[in-house]
């Protein structure tokens, strides 16, 4: 027959990293939180996208955002990027303490 599956992005695999961490009220809490922020999201780009749409060939706020992307992604994956190569199996280790 058919199957369903979820896209392995990254947030399914925050939450599959979530849970087997902290256990099942981690991974909810994660897809709650995702579901929340897509959701505003949604409802902005839906309410406010009808004023900016004459706006979004312009190439002066294409830069703008642009830059603000950067800004605020660049070193958000930097930090991450650092985070993973210096403790990778920091989480396992906690793991292993709790369980003991």
Known sequence: M????AAMGPV???AIHRGLIGGWRH????GVGSVTGEFILF????????YLFSDLFNLTLH??????GVI???PLGIYFLVR????PLRALRLRSQRLG
């Open 72 to 74: 605020g992604l660049l």
């Open 63 to 68: 830069t703008v955002l642009a830059a603000i």
């Open 43 to 50: 409802s902005l780009v839906l309410l406010g996208g009808h």
């Open 27 to 30: 991974t909810l809490a994660c």
């Open 12 to 14: 399914n695999m925050l």
């Open 84 to 87: 993973a190569v210096k403790g």
């Open 2 to 5: 058919g199957s369903a599956a």
